[in-house]
Nanobody, 125 residues
Framework: QVQLVESGGGLVQAGGSLRLSCAPS????????MGWFRQAPGKEREFVAA????????YYADYVKGRFTISRDNDKNTVYLQMNSLKPEDTAVYYC??????????????????WGQGTQVTVSS
């Protein structure tokens, strides 16, 4: 059983930065596409970013493009989401996802094989 564990969330002022981490327990997900989603209170879960297993391809939602950067370190079996220039509207629970399909599939249908339990990100104005 694979479990994704997110960390790095917290409270930050607008304009600040946070880095989220996601690591699987139980097995390596080196050949899996990985992604981040978020869900704000009262809203549906939405795609944030995804990265191919090699790290060679990345995908971003328009509302985070230029501010967020997804990366992965396969030696450490960890995926990161560097979030800069945070805005209050970025406040949400952020979830890590893994897919055995292409990373772009996370953008197109949001269907991951494995999900984390989420980490809260709160941006104050």
């Amino acid at each position: 059983q694979v479990q994704l564990v997110e960390s790095g969330g917290g409270l930050v002022q607008a304009g600040g930065s946070l880095r989220l981490s996601c690591a699987p327990s139980g097995r390596t997900l080196m050949y899996y596409g990985m992604g981040w989603f978020r869900q704000a209170p009262g809203k549906e879960r939405e795609f944030v970013a995804a990265i191919s297993w090699s790290g060679g391809s990345t995908y971003y939602a328009d509302y985070v493009k230029g501010r967020f950067t997804i990366s992965r370190d396969n030696d450490k079996n960890t995926v990161y989401l560097q979030m800069n220039s945070l805005k209050p509207e970025d406040t949400a629970v952020y979830y890590c996802a893994a897919t055995s399909r292409t990373a772009s599939s996370l953008l197109s249908d949001g269907l991951g094989d494995y999900w984390g339990q989420g980490t809260q990100v709160t941006v104050s104005s």
